[in-house]
């Protein structure tokens, strides 16, 4: 039994953006084992077909079980929308994505707001891939049958927290753009569909709250995640270690190694992060 | 003979942005057949490291000779910086990137600016791959010894070009945070060091009159690079059709079909596209 938790969790996404996942996995769950995949040599996903997005999941999905993760994060939306059928019917051990626990945080939000005559509509930030996925209406949809979910593909996010653009005019009136169709059909909660956009979340829940006039509360899918991943161990349906152990390594491969690439990482994981190893896929 | 010129021109880019080349070659030489293959799956190249743009740029040629092309056009900023030199030394055929063409267009409009005392500087915008390489100043430097040549990464550019923002406030403060650096630093004249960039064209030539207080001439690498070619075929050094010959053909090959392909690629080309074959590389 000691053997299975001592084995990592594996994490992957498309690039450095699911570090935010790993920072949230490290908060939780302190004393866990992380071995991380980014494929920052194909980065961004967001953008890509359906067909390539599995293609390359499936890619990233054998370097990790190859190495013996006990169980698999889809720390990406876009793999997590359109793959994760295909990654859970393929693989033989637990996989979880971040659309299911944003979709779950974000329901228990709004019902907790909503008053019985209007329900309150969530509001999903995400890549075209994501959104045009639909995969945050289904998720919440099986969760339930009355709220609404409206979609917002906002590709220029990712392109300005790349480059550390996070607050300042540009910024402002690009995240202003995305989210006022959401505020303006009703939407009064808005979920980070999008592992990059926590860095945005300050600047987007102050654009939101000037635009409805009132505090939106901002669900972060990373967030969501981790607690999803602690729930699991609880239910023993991941074998984790006990609380009490020293803290957990992290491992990092990445495809690519470009000259900015340990100050974007630090960025997302919010702390240095260790050697990076590069691999080809 | 014959056989030779009816073969095509084999242009390849990271992704679509090459398009504004194939637009420049056909106008100069609208009788060339015109293979073209985008690795939109991978793109973009100008954020990866030197080494891993050099080997997809290998994997793109290959796919291009084994069609029999009679000669290469790299119609890309970061590739033509950082693995045109590996492409000459392992290509049997005539390989034309766009930043030499586009350096030296920049010289012959510098050099008609320029007073003897204070010659004007030439100030580049490019990806962050392609003013890291360095290759616009040596480009220039063989050129000319005594003209400055100042770089800007502006690698936002890209992505607001691919969601078809080229003009509208974002764009406009985007545009000016690139352009003021290189206008305060004297540059006269500025070079679209990326392919993408003639559709930003007018906000730049705006953008940048504004600040300097008079016209900055635009130097456009595509059209600098269609006329190379025509040069090397009045120079025999590649065999093109005869002039009065029917309209080439253009066959498009790419990596990746997303449902944004269409609108994409007509932007780039200023026409509708033929049907684009999707290849693995």
Redesign the interface.
Known sequence: MNDVADRPLGVFDSGLGGLTVVAALRSALPQEHILYLGD???VPYG???AE?VVRYARGCARVLTARGVKALVVACNTVSAVALDMLRAELDLPVVGVVEPGARAAVRVVEALADEATPAKIGVLGT?GTI?SGAYTRAVAQLSTRLEVIGQPA??L???V??G?IEG??PE??VR?YVEPLILAGARVLVLGCTHYPLLAPLIAAVARDLAGAEVPIVDSARATAETLKELGNESRITLRASGESPGRLEVLV??????FEAVARRFLGADLPDAQQIDL
């Open positions: 920052n040599a194909r953008t890509r077909s390539t075209r045009a590709p220029l990712v392109p300005l790349e480059e653009w005019q540009v009136l690009t753009k495809t690519d190694l470009p000259a900015s």
